[in-house]
T-cell receptor, first 121, second 109 residues
């Protein structure tokens, strides 16, 4: 069965420093996608970054990068140059991509428990 | 584009009451889904749909019904509300990048 594990309930980082949020996953499917979402205190879910299991390079989106280590089944989020506005809950999620082949798009997301990041001025 | 919209934003129910949470998207996405988020937990999938007329159960479907008569709308029905259904409910649509609605905060007394 699919499983996502985020072992850091809370993290602190100094403003302008980099921070790594850990995520490990478990799946028996060779095709899958990994996601990170940000949830600020206002409650909305904001998509940050996506990594496909067959992507050769680690995904990057601005200050966000995904450190994808397939053999270790880890997909850590790295935020460079932290800003006060980065304080939020961060969720790692996974979707098995065989569902894409069957349903043409979309697919069930499995979420981790989340990591609460606090950026200190 | 409005994206994904949800109504209501807040709702208080008494045990045994029924209600429908509304979800609509204007991005022509085939895939839509409902999640619930409980304190200290990530989102859990309730039901999903891969197109009009096609729905399936997710991880926690008990106590909830869905239907999909149009591409745009995907309502979630609580048939007989229970305190265990107190949660924040999110609707989502899309492919690789799934767009989430703003959420509905439901309290069942």
């Amino acid at each position: 069965a699919q499983k996502i594990t985020q072992t850091q309930p809370g993290m602190f980082v100094q403003e302008k420093e980099a921070v790594t949020l850990d995520c490990t996953y478990d799946t028996s499917d060779p095709s899958y996608g990994l996601f990170w979402y940000k949830q600020p205190s206002s409650g909305e879910m904001i998509f940050l970054i996506y990594q496909g299991s067959y992507d050769q390079q680690n995904a990057t989106e601005g200050r966000y990068s995904l450190n994808f280590q397939k053999a270790r089944k880890s997909a850590n989020l790295v935020i460079s140059a932290s800003q006060l506005g980065d304080s939020a809950m961060y969720f790692c999620a996974m979707r098995e991509l065989n569902q894409i082949m069957i349903y043409n798009q979309g697919g069930k997301l499995i979420f981790g428990q989340g990591t609460e990041l606090s950026v200190k001025p | 584009n409005a994206g994904v919209t949800q109504t209501p934003k807040f709702q208080v129910l008494k045990t045994g009451q029924s209600m429908t949470l509304q979800c609509a998207q204007d991005m022509n996405h085939e895939y839509m889904s409902w999640y619930r988020q409980d304190p200290g937990m990530g989102l859990r999938l309730i039901h999903y749909s891969v197109g009009a007329g096609i729905t399936d159960q997710g991880e926690v479907p008990n106590g909830y019904n869905v239907s999909r008569s149009t591409t745009e709308d995907f309502p979630l029905r609580l048939l007989s509300a229970a305190p265990s259904q107190t949660s924040v409910y999110f609707c989502a649509s899309g492919g690789n990048e799934q767009f989430f609605g703003p959420g509905t905060r439901l309290t069942v007394l």
